[in-house]
């Protein structure tokens, strides 16, 4: 067995130190372009769905699996892609995060070409495969922008840094659906992924110039069995979190899953208790800041994501509004964090973060209970207002949990850091959007009969079934009556409005969580657990 050891942890680089002769907001401004990728990426593909699903015949299925792949290969690899950072460079994988997002996203525009000089290939399985890739390349991207940030951002600045992150990010998320609206109805849902090579191309030569290349002192190796367990535990987690809701939460394939990922996580904590330079030192979350912080994402991302997952499906399946139109409807929530990212960073500063996350938390919560309320036919201002509070809601709690957890962490850990900060947003996420996901489709299987009345009974077994899943995404197919297709639209209101209520619970729990962060700071030059 190998020993802990401690090793004095170099000081945090101070903005002199960074590669843009001091100028630390230079070094914000590449790293958000590379990010703004993934953001524009996130909110576009939402809108382009319905389109797609349209274009290419993709099944619901599939139309999820173009979610879950993405979602799947960014899981996995986050982690260990913020390893790589610590090891080899944090600029250096941040730009191949950059360059490889960028390609993926021209391949994914150019599926449908790519499935015919690739014989048996389909453009739905060509545009999957291009998504599980993209997620690969954004993993290696996102962690190395924060440990990017944290070395030119030390001490209390990383607070103002995180407030103007999330503005920037505040930006791209609001401009996201209403440039993904124009380029869909005017253009193509392809063009909504080339938007990504100028974008690339900008942050690939800002990258080059601006940010000076930084590794770790103290590490020199990967740890191969670490990656391993630690992959296939994620992957065990998150394909059941995918799976479970088709299979059953009960099913012998999801409790194998389930045991699969309990033996490999188990094992992995084993070993790097063991390892001499582990992948993911324990040690880390002896600080409670990191240890809740890291829960904090996951239960806001659950709220946040597993909710927000229907509201696309709402706004143009529901409310028959076009892409552009339900882009718009957005527009409150994304602008918004412009102005309460910033007000974020400063509330913290001044006020610490236990009360700012707690207050944001609740104002998530207020804010989920009103959209639980939502009509049918919501008005522009009925959707607005609970949107708008969501970003002075959340933002808090994304800037405050950012910087808690990458923000405590010693700085040659900075890149596993930021790998665990997006790992856990995105389990969140998926826990969410699967959990919910089958919270809302049992609503809807209970209520659906009840809509359609007495000639529930004339409808066979399967076409009921067909009819839950499309209810599930607020669609009602075409060529039924008037009476079906408002049964279906009900049923999924009900299914919307319980899971904002579930939603809504989960923000006060959290809430009640934030409660017990502590406000220990910034280890720079603390020791460093080892192994």
């Given at each position: 067995?190998v ?5 004095d ?22 790293v ?8 524009l ?37 986050l ?14 994988v941040?730009?191949?995060?950059v ?15 790519l499935?015919?000089?690739i ?19 954004g993993?290696?991207l ?24 999330g503005?920037i990010i ?11 609206g ?44 670490g ?29 194998t899953?389930?045991?699969?990922f ?8 084993i070993w ?14 002896r ?81 989920m ?13 009925e ?24 923000g ?10 930021g ?98 962060v ?7 030059g ?6």
């Amino acid at each position: 067995m190998v020993h802990a050891k401690a090793v004095d942890a170099p000081s945090s680089p101070g903005p002199a130190k960074t590669g843009t002769g001091g100028n630390p907001w230079l070094v914000l401004l590449a790293v958000s372009l590379g990010v703004i990728m993934v953001m524009l990426d996130g909110t576009v593909v939402g809108i382009a769905n319905p389109v797609i699903q349209a274009d290419l015949k993709a099944s619901l299925s599939d139309l999820q699996w173009v979610t879950s792949g993405y979602l799947l290969a960014l899981a996995v690899f986050l982690i260990t892609a913020g390893k790589l950072g610590d090891l080899f460079g944090h600029k250096r994988v941040f730009l191949i995060g950059v360059a490889g997002f960028a390609l993926s996203s021209v391949g994914i525009g150019l599926s449908a070409q790519l499935s015919d000089i690739i014989p048996g290939l389909s453009p739905v399985g060509a545009l999957i495969g291009l998504r599980v890739l993209q997620g690969l390349f954004g993993a290696l991207l996102q962690p190395a922008a924060l440990a990017l940030l944290r070395g030119a951002f030390p001490g209390e600045r990383l607070n103002q840094a995180m407030g103007a992150w999330g503005a920037i990010i505040g930006l791209s998320s609001a401009a996201g659906p209403i440039v993904g609206g124009l380029l869909v109805e005017n253009v193509s849902w392809e063009s909504v992924f080339f938007v990504n090579a100028p974008v690339g191309i900008i942050a690939l030569v800002m990258g080059i110039f601006l940010i000076r290349e930084n590794r770790t002192r103290t590490l020199a190796r990967i740890d191969w069995l670490g990656v391993l367990l630690l992959s296939g535990a994620m992957f065990s987690l998150v394909w059941t979190i995918i799976k479970a809701p088709e299979w059953g939460w009960g099913d012998s394939k999801t409790l194998t899953f389930v045991a699969a990922f309990v033996v490999l996580i188990a094992g992995f904590i084993i070993w790097q208790s063991r390892a001499r330079q582990p992948l993911v030192p324990l040690s880390l979350f002896r600080n409670v800041s990191i240890s809740i912080g890291t829960v904090l994402m996951m239960m806001v991302a659950f709220a946040m994501f597993g909710a927000m997952f229907f509201l696309g499906f709402f706004f143009q399946g529901v409310h028959g509004l076009s892409p552009l139109e339900a882009g718009l409807r957005m527009l409150p929530m994304s602008a918004g964090m412009i102005v309460a990212s910033p007000l974020a960073g400063m509330a913290i500063g001044r006020l610490g973060a236990k009360i700012t996350m707690s207050a944001g938390l609740l104002i998530t919560a207020l804010s989920m209970f009103l959209m639980s309320q939502l009509s049918i036919d919501a008005s522009f201002i009925e959707s607005g207002i609970p949107f708008l509070l969501l970003a002075f809601g959340l933002s808090p709690v994304f800037v405050g949990a950012t910087e808690i957890i990458v923000g405590n962490a010693p700085m040659e850990l900075s890149g596993v850091a930021g790998g665990l900060q997006q790992s856990a947003m995105q389990v969140g996420g998926a826990l969410g959007t699967a959990i919910l996901g089958a919270v809302m489709a049992a609503e809807i299987s209970t209520k659906l009969p009840g809509y359609l009345g007495p000639a529930a009974q004339g409808i066979p077994a399967e076409q009921m079934t067909a009819l839950e899943k499309a209810a599930a995404f607020g669609l009602a197919p075409q060529g039924l009556s008037q009476q079906i297709g408002d049964a279906v639209h009900n049923s999924f209101m009900d299914g919307m409005h319980l899971a904002f209520i579930v939603s809504t619970a989960i923000a006060v729990l959290t809430a009640v969580l934030t409660l017990f962060v502590k406000s220990g700071r910034k280890s720079e030059g603390a020791p460093v657990h080892m192994g």
